[in-house]
Structure formats: C-alpha cells, structure tokens
Antibody, heavy 120, light 110 residues
C-alpha cells in the first residue's frame, strides 16, 4: 500500500534552517510528483511547491522562492524539504503529498505530517 | 492566479444533507479539476473527491461533488450526515502546476 512516512517534530530558533524528510513506499517512486503543503496552527492549507523525483525539477510557491529547497534520493525513495531563515510564522505542520493525475494535481496520499516549531 | 472561497462554517443535523461551496474568483471552474479533502482534528487531510466529481475507492457514496459554470463554483455534497463527518473540508484546484486551496469549511454535525 502507498505510504508516505515523514520525519519527527523539530524545534528551531529564528534564523535557523530545517530539513524535513518524506519516505515513499508502495508505488513506483519516479512516476509521481511530491507536493509539499503546510498548515499553521488553527489555519488552513498552504501549498509550498512540488518536486519531480524523476528529473529533480521543482516549482515553488512565490512566497517561498529563495528560501526553500526540495531534493530527492531515489535509492532510498525519500524526498526532502529544506526551509531556511526561519521565522515564528514558519511554525506549522508540514505535509508531503503524492501528486497524481493530470498535472499531478490530485493529492491522493498524504504523509502524517512533520511538526516544525520555531521558537526563541 | 485565482482564489477559491469557501464558507467558514456550515452545520446540519445527522441524517440530513449538507452542501459546501467553493467559488473560483477568476477563470472558469471548468478549466482545472477540483479536489476536496476532509481533515479531522489532529489528522492529515484525506482525499474525498477528485476531478470535480470522482470518488476514490473507500470513500462512501454519501460524498458527491459537482461543478457549476453559471456560478463558477464547485460543491461538495454529503448526504446521510454522520457524527464522524464532522471535520474541516478544503477544496483545491490548480493552474499551471500551482496548487490553490480554499480557506476551508468547518462542518459541524449538530
């Protein structure tokens, strides 16, 4: 069965960087994009961007450009999200999502989420 | 780009039918598929409708979706409401590989 298993909770100080992992299993890794979506406490869903595990190509939401990196490690079927220059507003649950269908626009499987807390 | 607008909250009694709307601000709702996600407290979202009106396997047929070009909106219908349907629901569409989410609707089952 398809599974996306994410890394655990992390606490970071303002100005630091954070790296979240997402291990995929149960399907052909390179056939689907991985999208990243975050959710601040009590707030809605915010799309961050995607990565194509086959080519390594990526696209980021405008608000994260210059501060976000997405990478893949095909042998371990793991995708990474790195966010730099953290502020208190980056405190959120970060989800990896398998993108399927036309334009990989359907989030058919979600990771359990990785909580990132930014606190001084 | 465009925005998707949802009502912040809806409520209905068990056994009834509820409708959650999702209005697209510009461009046609028919141009790009709409998905719906259910998120219960403390859990990750799950897909309940994709490509406007398709239901993933395992999702009860009480959940249906549609789009209406005249109002430029998508709708999620949940019939035979159960207490377990109480959750936040998000619509999502896309444009040039960019995902757009609605603000979410909190469904309360009275």
């Amino acid at each position: 069965q398809v599974q996306l298993v994410q890394s655990g909770a992390q606490v970071k100080k303002p100005g630091a960087s954070v790296k979240v992992s997402c291990k995929a299993s149960g399907y052909t890794f390179i056939d689907y994009y991985i999208q990243w979506v975050r959710q601040a406490p009590g707030q809605g869903l915010e799309w961050m961007g995607w990565i194509n595990p086959d080519s390594g190509g990526a696209k980021f939401a405008q608000g994260f450009q210059g501060r976000v990196t997405m990478t893949t490690d095909t042998p371990t079927t793991t995708v990474y999200l790195e966010l730099t220059t953290l502020t208190l507003d980056d405190t959120a649950m970060y989800y990896c999502v398998r993108g399927s269908g036309v334009s990989y626009s359907i989030g058919d499987y979600w990771g359990q989420g990785a909580l990132v807390i930014v606190s001084s | 780009n465009f925005m998707l607008t949802q009502p912040p909250s809806v409520s209905e009694s068990p056994g009834k039918t509820v409708t959650i709307s999702c209005t697209r601000s510009s461009g046609s709702v028919a141009d790009n598929s709409v998905q719906w996600y259910q998120q219960r407290p403390g859990s990750a979202p799950i897909l309940v409708i994709y490509e406007d009106d398709q239901r993933p396997s395992g999702v009860p047929d009480r959940f249906t979706g549609s789009i209406d070009s005249s109002s430029n909106s998508a709708s999620l219908f949940i019939s035979g409401l159960k207490n377990e349907d109480e959750a936040n629901y998000y619509c999502q569409s896309h444009y040039k590989s960019v995902w757009v989410f609605g603000g979410g609707t909190k469904l309360t089952v009275l």
